[in-house]
């Protein structure tokens, strides 16, 4: 099993829809966890840490499920904008490594 | 604030050639990585500085690729020889302090070409 697992996607979806997709990871001690976006041919931009509770930022939300392994990230009323590929990032065994997913890409159509 | 500088943006080389990437990070970020990003897959670390020590280079191929950090700011990686499958874009990154919370800023990257 991979540390970091996401589905490659691509998921088409319509302008003004809500989307979701998760990333699960291996590492049962992991305790941070990030979401980046990459547009394409362009560096990964933090889009959001993902907290113990929960978070939203805007139409974003992401959430942590510890019992099953996996963060995920919901986007509401879809914008073209969001097309994008989506990286999780899950901390590994030692205090400061961290494995990147190898992305979900995301398709907004108008 | 500046955001962290890379050179080139692109090289083509032949397989068996030498190439050298430079990095700027942002001013004051204590921590620096190198990624290799292959098309369709994620960032994968080769080397992390923290300050001008080495973190983690668990990954760098180290018979054939290089990095410094001098002074503790800007850093350089070196492929020599390149193979074919070293294709793929080189991003630096910076963090303050490379927690595991801290978000990481990156780069614009360079796209290496290896014919």
């Known amino acids: 099993r991979k540390e970091v697992e996401q589905d490659p996607g691509p998921f088409n979806v319509p302008e003004g829809a809500t989307v979701a997709f998760n990333c699960t990871y291996s590492?049962?001690?992991?305790?941070?966890f990030f979401w980046y976006r990459q547009d394409c041919r362009k560096e990964p931009k933090l889009l959001m840490s993902?907290?113990?509770?929960?978070n939203e930022d805007g139409r974003f939300t992401a959430q942590l499920n510890r019992a099953s392994q996996y963060i995920s990230l919901l986007i509401r009323d879809s914008k073209l904008s969001d097309s994008a590929t989506y990286l999780c990032?899950?901390?590994?065994?030692?205090?400061?490594?961290?494995?990147w997913g190898a992305g979900t890409k995301l398709i907004i159509k108008p | 604030e500046a955001g962290v500088a890379q050179s080139p943006r692109y090289k083509i080389i032949e397989k068996r050639q030498s190439v050298a990437f430079w990095c700027n990070p942002i001013?004051?970020?204590?921590?620096l990585y190198w990624y290799q990003q292959i098309l369709g897959q994620g960032p994968k670390l080769l080397i992390q500085?923290?300050?001008?020590?080495?973190?983690?280079d668990s990954q760098l191929p180290k018979d054939r690729f290089s990095a410094e950090r001098l002074k503790g700011v800007d850093s350089t990686l070196k492929i020599q020889p390149a193979k074919l499958e070293d294709s793929a874009v080189y991003l630096c990154?910076?963090?303050?302090?490379?927690?595991?919370?801290?978000?990481?800023?990156f780069g614009p990257g360079t796209r290496l070409t290896v014919l």
């Open positions: 500085f923290q300050n001008n020590g080495v973190v983690d």
């Open positions: 990154a910076s963090s303050t302090r490379g927690g595991l919370y801290d978000e990481q800023f």
């Open positions: 993902v907290y113990s509770s929960g």
């Open positions: 001013s004051g970020h204590a921590t």
């Open positions: 990032v899950v901390n590994g065994d030692s205090n400061y490594q961290l494995i």
């Open positions: 590492n049962s001690a992991s305790q941070s």
